[in-house]
């Protein structure tokens, strides 16, 4: 089981794209897992033929444990007692769909009040739930206790009668207890853990969309012709505030104990509303790719967010990220952080409103951004030059984009 993120455990494996016995090539589907994040596709490691399959499907699964083999044609796969000491692969030898765990998830934390080993972000859900760890059996490598072990403990814990009481009140009034996916748990986790420990501070600015609007229609048709793909005011908003950032470093950097990060690239994360919560697809090097080739990869990695099948890349190292609720109507709103990163960007609806305009009322297309920053890495006075920046380039798209 491949370790896909940062602190991961476990991982779902949700089905084999190949069968027992199959040939697989290298870098072809071979399995979709869930992570915190999202469903992934794995591609096979290497060329063979698929065999000694352990890893059942809707099954939860230690990260670096061995799910199946990919071994040479006439090559049988190691029994379980040999395994443990198979050589290194080479080529034509069996190789293991694994990777080394995570170091969140190697690293345990003796418990002052057990002799239990337990992983910290189980020790973080404990204490969120309620669990008396020393009740838990644990399911790990050597019986450490994992995050999984701490939810099967909750879940099969009896309410007390308090809790019980406002369960019956709360299902009278607003029906069943609606359990949350993974993807809607760890939003709720993450965003908690954001706005909780990241300094948040906020900058808004109106600004008209007038060339905004007709830049991309004078784009929108050659772009729809070529590529078979519509052409957004993300897609653009995306190129204009890759490129602003290179000029403003500390917007596009990561917080961390050791100081703060500063980024050469623009990674840039777009909020994308799948059926149970939202991920942020990331557009790696946005800076120097042309408006084409970022609605393209937009409109794929949405493509595939929908669809359950997001690739490891697809979310991985967003620099910033940019989340527009204006196909939603949305005036205005604020964002939270996603740590590391030290910034994110609202973008409300553009709607046409009544402005002074050389001393006199005037109606214009109008558009709200707000940024969130975390004040930890940038304070006002730099979040307020970088959207000055961005209002100008989103004025003139044109000149900006050279």
Request: neutral net charge.
């Given at each position: 089981?491949?370790?896909?993120?940062?602190?991961?455990?476990?991982?779902?494996?949700?089905?084999?794209?190949?069968?027992?016995?199959?040939?697989?090539?290298?870098?072809?589907?071979?399995?979709?897992?869930?992570?915190?994040?999202?469903?992934?596709?794995?591609?096979?490691?290497?060329?063979?033929?698929?065999?000694?399959?352990?890893?059942?499907?809707?099954?939860?699964?230690?990260?670096?444990?061995?799910?199946?083999?990919?071994?040479?044609?006439?090559?049988?796969?190691?029994?379980?007692?040999?395994s443990a000491s198979?050589?290194?692969?080479?080529?034509?030898?069996?190789?293991?769909?694994?990777?080394?765990?995570s170091p969140a998830?190697?690293?345990?934390?003796?418990?002052?009040?057990?002799?239990?080993?337990?992983s910290p972000k189980?020790?973080?859900?404990?204490?969120?739930?309620?669990?008396?760890?020393?009740?838990?059996?644990?399911?790990?490598?050597?019986?450490?206790?994992?995050?999984?072990?701490?939810?099967?403990?909750?879940?099969?814990?009896?309410?007390?009668?308090?809790?019980?009481?406002?369960?019956?009140?709360?299902?009278?009034?607003?029906?069943?207890?609606?359990?949350?996916?993974?993807?809607?748990?760890?939003?709720?986790?993450?965003?908690?853990?954001?706005?909780?420990?990241?300094?948040?501070?906020?900058?808004?600015?109106?600004?008209?969309?007038?060339?905004?609007?007709?830049?991309?229609?004078?784009?929108?048709?050659?772009?729809?012709?070529?590529?078979?793909?519509?052409?957004?005011?993300?897609?653009?908003?995306?190129?204009?505030?890759?490129?602003?950032?290179?000029?403003?470093?500390?917007?596009?950097?990561?917080?961390?104990?050791?100081?703060?990060?500063?980024?050469?690239?623009?990674?840039?994360?777009?909020?994308?509303?799948?059926?149970?919560?939202?991920?942020?697809?990331?557009?790696?090097?946005?800076?120097?790719?042309?408006?084409?080739?970022?609605?393209?990869?937009?409109?794929?990695?949405?493509?595939?967010?929908?669809?359950?099948?997001?690739?490891?890349?697809?979310?991985?190292?967003?620099?910033?990220?940019?989340?527009?609720?204006?196909?939603?109507?949305?005036?205005?709103?604020?964002?939270?952080?996603?740590?590391?990163?030290?910034?994110?960007?609202?973008?409300?609806?553009?709607?046409?409103?009544?402005?002074?305009?050389?001393?006199?009322?005037?109606?214009?297309?109008?558009?709200?951004?707000?940024?969130?920053?975390?004040?930890?890495?940038?304070?006002?006075?730099?979040?307020?030059?970088?959207?000055?920046?961005?209002?100008?380039?989103?004025?003139?798209?044109?000149?900006?984009?050279?």
């Amino acid at each position: 089981m491949p370790a896909l993120e940062m602190a991961q455990e476990t991982g779902k494996l949700i089905a084999w794209r190949k069968k027992e016995g199959e040939r697989v090539t290298k870098g072809e589907p071979l399995l979709e897992i869930e992570t915190d994040k999202a469903v992934m596709e794995v591609e096979a490691p290497a060329d063979g033929i698929l065999a000694g399959i352990t890893g059942e499907a809707g099954t939860d699964i230690q990260v670096g444990k061995t799910i199946a083999w990919i071994v040479a044609p006439g090559e049988n796969p190691p029994t379980e007692n040999s395994s443990a000491s198979a050589p290194t692969a080479r080529a034509g030898s069996s190789i293991k769909i694994e990777a080394p765990a995570s170091p969140a998830s190697a690293t345990t934390v003796q418990s002052p009040t057990s002799s239990a080993r337990i992983s910290p972000k189980a020790r973080r859900l404990a204490k969120e739930l309620g669990v008396d760890i020393s009740t838990v059996r644990g399911t790990g490598a050597s019986g450490e206790i994992l995050a999984s072990d701490v939810q099967a403990s909750a879940a099969s814990a009896p309410l007390e009668a308090g809790a019980t009481a406002a369960s019956s009140i709360s299902s009278s009034k607003s029906g069943a207890l609606e359990v949350p996916s993974t993807l809607g748990r760890l939003m709720a986790e993450r965003t908690t853990e954001s706005w909780t420990t990241v300094p948040h501070f906020f900058v808004a600015r109106e600004v008209e969309a007038t060339a905004l609007n007709a830049f991309r229609e004078r784009l929108l048709p050659e772009i729809e012709r070529t590529h078979h793909i519509r052409f957004t005011h993300t897609d653009l908003l995306v190129a204009l505030a890759a490129r602003i950032l290179l000029k403003h470093p500390r917007l596009n950097s990561s917080y961390t104990p050791q100081g703060i990060r500063l980024h050469d690239h623009v990674n840039m994360g777009v909020a994308i509303a799948v059926n149970d919560g939202v991920v942020a697809a990331v557009i790696p090097n946005a800076h120097t790719a042309s408006l084409a080739e970022i609605a393209t990869q937009r409109h794929a990695i949405a493509e595939r967010a929908r669809a359950g099948k997001l690739r490891p890349a697809d979310i991985a190292d967003a620099t910033f990220t940019i989340s527009n609720l204006g196909m939603f109507h949305i005036d205005r709103f604020t964002a939270i952080i996603t740590p590391p990163q030290a910034a994110i960007l609202a973008v409300g609806a553009i709607a046409d409103r009544v402005v002074v305009v050389e001393g006199k009322p005037a109606v214009r297309p109008m558009m709200t951004l707000s940024l969130s920053s975390d004040h930890r890495v940038a304070d006002g006075a730099r979040a307020a030059m970088f959207m000055n920046d961005l209002c100008d380039a989103l004025r003139d798209p044109a000149n900006a984009l050279g």
